[in-house]
C-alpha cells in the first residue's frame, strides 16, 4: 500500500513532457476556437499610450510614428497592439507615420495597414505614411536625422514618393512635431529611442514588446523615460477595448468618440462573443450598430488562451509540488 | 598595415563622434551630415555579403553532400524564389511576395515562437519545485506574475496585480538596475579601450 501511494506520488514529480505539452496545447487550441467572455481590467502603462495618442486627435500638426522592430515570429503578440493602435489613429483623425528596420517587417506593416483601414476613410501620404524599410544599419543616423529634419532623414516613403512632397508632412518636420513614438519589438529595442529621440530631442516613447521582454524593460517604464508600455497580448487585449469603448463610442453627444475617463473604463466591459459593441455597464447591456469584428477582438480571444494555459501551467507546478513534498514525508516515515 | 589601417579609422572616427555628441558646432553637424551619407553607401554591401556568403555556405554542404544537405537546397530555392518574386512582382498586397510572405513566413515564424509556451510549461513543472526557501520565494513570485498577467488574476483578487506590479517594480528593478549598472560600466570600459587602441581583438588574427 505504501509503495503503491509512493509510486503516485513519484509519478506526480514526474509526468510526461508530451502529456504536458498536449495539455497545453489544448488549453490554448480550445478557448481560441470557442471564445468566451472575460474581463479586460486596463493598466495605467496602457491608458497612458491611449491618453497620449487622443490627446491630439483632429490635430494636423502632430503625428505618431510608429517603429516596427520585428519580423513574423512575435506577430501573435505584437500584431493586435498594432491594428488596435492604427485603428485609434484612424477613428478619431490622428495623423500616423509608420516605418520598419528589418526586411521581413515590411511586408507586416503593410498588412497592419491595410487590415486596420478597412472601412475607414483614409488615404495613404494625406492621413497615413508608410516610410518603409530602412536597413538597421541606418538606423542610428536616421533616428538621430529625424530630430532635425524628417523629410531629409528618411527622403522617400515605401512607394519611392519624396516625403517632402507629401500632404501628412504639411506642419510635421521633425520629433517637436510627434505625438509619441511607439517602439514594437520582441527586444530592448526601444532603449536606442530613449537613448537618441528622447534624451537628445526630447520625443515621447512608448514600447511594444512581447510579455517575455516586459521585465527588461520596466526600469524606463518606472522612470518615465517609457510613457507607456504595450505588455505582450495582454497590452494589446487592453488597447482594443479602450479603443472600442472611447475612439469607436458614437452617440449624439459624442459623434466621433468620447474622451478618456477611468471611471467608464472601470466600470464597462465589452462582451467578446457579440457581432456588435456592446457595452455592459452594471449589468446592463447597451447594444451599438458597430460590428465587433474578429480583427479588432484578436488580442481579447488571445488572452482567453492565455488565461487557460497560465492556470494550467500553476495546475502542473502545485502537482509537482504536492507530490514532492508528499514524497518526503512519506520516505521519512518510511524510514 | 593590415591591422594598424582599421584601428586609425576606428581610433579618429570614434573620437570624432565623441566630441560631434558633445560640441553642437556646425563643423560637427555637418561633420555628421557627411557620414550619414557613408553610411547609406556602405550598408546595402551588407546585404550583398549576407547572400554570398549564404548562398557559398549552402552551396558547398550540396556540393559536398553533406549530412542534410537537403535543407540547403530548401535554404537556397527560398532565397532564389523570395527575391525574385518580390523583385518581378513587387512586394504590395496581392503579389506573389506577400502571398509568401501571409503563408509560409508568417505562419513559420509564429509556430517558432509559439513552442516557447511548451518549453516554458514544461520547464515550470520541473523546475518551480519548493526545495529550498528561496525555491519558495521564486515559486511563489512567479505564480502571482503568472496569474497578474491574466484577467483572471485581478478577478480572484484585487491583491494579485498589485502584488505583481509590485514584484516587477520592486525586486526585479533592483537586480535588472544592478545588471544594468554594471553592463554600462562594462560598455564604457571597453569603449574607451577601443578608442584608445588597447583592445584590438575585434580586428581578428589573435594576439
Not at chain 1, 497545453?24 to 496602457?46: G, R
Not at chain 1, 502632430?62 to 513574423?72: D, G, I, P, R, Y
Not at chain 1, 517632402?164 to 527586444?187: C, Q
Request: with cysteine; glycine share 6%.
Amino acid at each position: 500500500m505504501k509503495k503503491s501511494t509512493l509510486k503516485l506520488l513519484d509519478k506526480m514529480q514526474k509526468v510526461d513532457r508530451r502529456i504536458i505539452y498536449i495539455i497545453v496545447a489544448f488549453s490554448i487550441i480550445i478557448p481560441l476556437l470557442i471564445p468566451f467572455n472575460s474581463k479586460t481590467y486596463v493598466t495605467e502603462p496602457t491608458s497612458n499610450i491611449y491618453q497620449k495618442v487622443d490627446s491630439f486627435a483632429g490635430d494636423d500638426t502632430k503625428a505618431v510614428l510608429m517603429s516596427f522592430t520585428h519580423n513574423a515570429s512575435t506577430m501573435p503578440e505584437l500584431f493586435p497592439m498594432e491594428v488596435a493602435l492604427l485603428r485609434h489613429c484612424f477613428e478619431r483623425d490622428i495623423k500616423v507615420l509608420t516605418i520598419c528596420w528589418l526586411p521581413a517587417a515590411a511586408p507586416l506593416v503593410d498588412y497592419a495597414i491595410n487590415q486596420a483601414k478597412e472601412g475607414y476613410d483614409v488615404q495613404s501620404g494625406v492621413d497615413y505614411c508608410n516610410f518603409g524599410y530602412k536597413p538597421y544599419a541606418l538606423r542610428l543616423p536616421i533616428m538621430l536625422g529625424m530630430g532635425d529634419d524628417i523629410a531629409k532623414a528618411v527622403e522617400t516613403d515605401s512607394q519611392g514618393r519624396k516625403i517632402e512632397n507629401l500632404e501628412i508632412m504639411n506642419n510635421i518636420k521633425n520629433y517637436d512635431d510627434m505625438n509619441i513614438i511607439v517602439d514594437f519589438a520582441g527586444n530592448s529595442s526601444a532603449i536606442q529611442w530613449i537613448m537618441y529621440a528622447r534624451a537628445k530631442f526630447g520625443a515621447n516613447i512608448a514600447a511594444g514588446i512581447t510579455a517575455v521582454m516586459v521585465a527588461d524593460n520596466y526600469p524606463y517604464l518606472q522612470t518615465g523615460q517609457l510613457l507607456g508600455m504595450f505588455r505582450g497580448l495582454k497590452g494589446a487585449a487592453e488597447y482594443e477595448k479602450l479603443v472600442d469603448v472611447f475612439a469607436a463610442y458614437e452617440s449624439d453627444k459624442f459623434p466621433n468618440g468620447r474622451p478618456f475617463s477611468k471611471e467608464i473604463i472601470n466600470d464597462t466591459w465589452v462582451p467578446i462573443t457579440r457581432d456588435k459593441v456592446t457595452y455592459e455597464v452594471d449589468g446592463k447591456m447597451i447594444e451599438t450598430d458597430a460590428d465587433l469584428q474578429y480583427k479588432f477582438k484578436k488580442a481579447r480571444i488571445g488572452m482567453n488562451a492565455q488565461s487557460v494555459a497560465h492556470v494550467m501551467i500553476i495546475v502542473f507546478i502545485i502537482l509537482g509540488n504536492i507530490g514532492f513534498f508528499l514524497t518526503k514525508k512519506k520516505k521519512k516515515k518510511i524510514v | 598595415m593590415k591591422r594598424q589601417i582599421p584601428l586609425m579609422i576606428v581610433v579618429i572616427l570614434g573620437s570624432m563622434f565623441v566630441v560631434h555628441t558633445f560640441v553642437p558646432h556646425k563643423i560637427s553637424a555637418d561633420f555628421f551630415d557627411w557620414f550619414q551619407d557613408w553610411i547609406k553607401a556602405i550598408s546595402p554591401f551588407a546585404i550583398l555579403l549576407g547572400v554570398i556568403s549564404l548562398s557559398m555556405v549552402n552551396g558547398t554542404k550540396i556540393k559536398r553532400k553533406a549530412p542534410n544537405w537537403q535543407y540547403s537546397v530548401v535554404t537556397l530555392i527560398g532565397l532564389a524564389f523570395t527575391a525574385i518574386a518580390g523583385f518581378v512582382w513587387g512586394t504590395q498586397t496581392g503579389t506573389p511576395y506577400m502571398w509568401l510572405f501571409k503563408n509560409v513566413q508568417m505562419p513559420m515564424g509564429a509556430t517558432m515562437f509559439s513552442l516557447l509556451a511548451f518549453y516554458i510549461a514544461s520547464a515550470a513543472y520541473k523546475a518551480f519545485r519548493a526545495r529550498s526557501t528561496e525555491a519558495t520565494v521564486l515559486l511563489i513570485a512567479a505564480v502571482i506574475v503568472m496569474l497578474g498577467q491574466v484577467s483572471l488574476g485581478a478577478m480572484i483578487s484585487k491583491w494579485i496585480p498589485i502584488t505583481s506590479k509590485w514584484i516587477l517594480n520592486v525586486p526585479n528593478l533592483a537586480a535588472k538596475r544592478a545588471i544594468m549598472i554594471g553592463v554600462g560600466l562594462g560598455m564604457t570600459a571597453t569603449s574607451l579601450k577601443i578608442l584608445l587602441g588597447i583592445e584590438r581583438t575585434y580586428l581578428g588574427g589573435g594576439k
